[in-house]
C-alpha cells in the first residue's frame, strides 16, 4: 500500500510558465514533507520542505502547498526554465521515525523551450 | 561542510556473486544513514537505516544486508546477487528525524 502517491508519472510545461506538481497521501502521522529533484545517473538533490505547521512555503522559484485536510501537497515552479527538467520525488516522514522518508513514485518535468 | 561518497558509481555483478557496496559522510558526527534502492519503474524504497554503529533496522526483507562498522560507514552487502537485485542503489545521511536527507550520487547496479 503506498503512503505516497504521485499519480502523474510525467508533466510538460513550456518555458517561462507555471509547474504544478502534485502528491497525495494516506498517513496522517505524517509531519513532514519534502521534495527532491532528479537528474538520470545522480542522487537526488533536496529542494524544498513544509512542516504540517504550515501550509506554504516559499524559495525562490519554488513553493510547497500543504493542504492537511485533504492529505495533498503540490510544488509550484515559476517561471519554469529547461533546467527544471528532471524527475521530481515528493517525501513525507513523521516525528520519532528516525528521519526515515517514503517516496512516491516521481514525475518527470518536461520544460520546453 | 558535510559531504557524503559512494562507490562505485557503476558495477555489473553475475548472478551469484557477492556485492559489496561504500558510503562514507564528512563533516559530521552521528548521522543517521540510510540505503535506498530505485527500481526501474518505482520510487525509491528505503532498504536500511541506521542510526548508530552497529544498529542496522531492516525495512524490507530481501537478499541484502547493511553494515556500521564505525559512524560515518555504512556498507550494503549481499552474499549472493540475484537479477531482481539490479538497481540504482542510493546512500543517505541525515542530522536526525524529521530533517532533510541529502543523498551521495548513487550505484547504478546491473546483475547479469
Known amino acids: ?113 | 561542510s558535510q559531504t557524503i561518497h559512494q562507490w562505485p558509481a557503476t558495477l555489473v555483478q553475475p548472478v551469484g556473486s557477492p556485492l559489496s557496496l561504500e558510503c562514507t559522510v564528512e563533516g559530521t558526527s552521528n548521522p543517521n544513514l540510510y540505503w535506498y534502492r530505485q527500481a526501474a519503474g518505482r520510487g525509491l524504497q528505503l532498504l536500511f537505516y541506521s542510526v548508530g554503529i552497529g544498529q542496522i533496522s531492516s525495512e524490507v526483507p530481501q537478499n541484502l544486508s547493511a553494515s556500521r562498522p564505525q559512524d560515518r560507514q555504512f556498507i550494503l552487502s549481499s552474499k549472493k546477487l540475484l537479477l531482481s537485485d539490479s538497481g540504482f542503489y542510493l546512500c543517505a545521511w541525515s542530522a536526525g528525524a524529521s530533517t532533510e536527507a541529502f543523498f551521495g550520487q548513487g550505484t547504478r547496479l546491473t546483475v547479469v
Not at chain 1, 517561462?16 to 537526488?44: H, V
Not at chain 1, 513523521?94 to 513514485?105: A, P, T
Open chain 1, 1 to 113: 500500500d503506498q503512503q505516497v502517491k504521485q499519480n502523474s508519472p510525467s508533466l510538460s510545461v513550456q518555458e517561462g510558465r507555471i509547474s504544478i506538481l502534485n502528491c497525495d497521501y494516506t498517513n496522517s502521522m505524517f509531519d513532514y514533507f519534502l521534495w527532491y529533484k532528479k537528474y538520470p545517473a545522480e542522487g537526488p538533490t533536496f529542494l524544498i520542505s513544509i512542516s504540517s505547521i504550515k501550509d506554504k512555503n516559499e524559495d525562490g522559484r519554488f513553493t510547497v502547498f500543504l493542504n492537511k485536510s485533504a492529505k495533498h501537497l503540490s510544488l509550484h515552479i515559476v517561471p519554469s526554465q529547461p533546467g527544471d527538467s528532471a524527475v521530481y520525488f515528493c517525501a513525507a516522514s513523521r516525528q520519532g521515525s528516525q528521519g526515515n522518508l517514503i517516496f512516491g513514485k516521481g514525475t518527470k518535468l518536461s520544460v520546453k523551450p
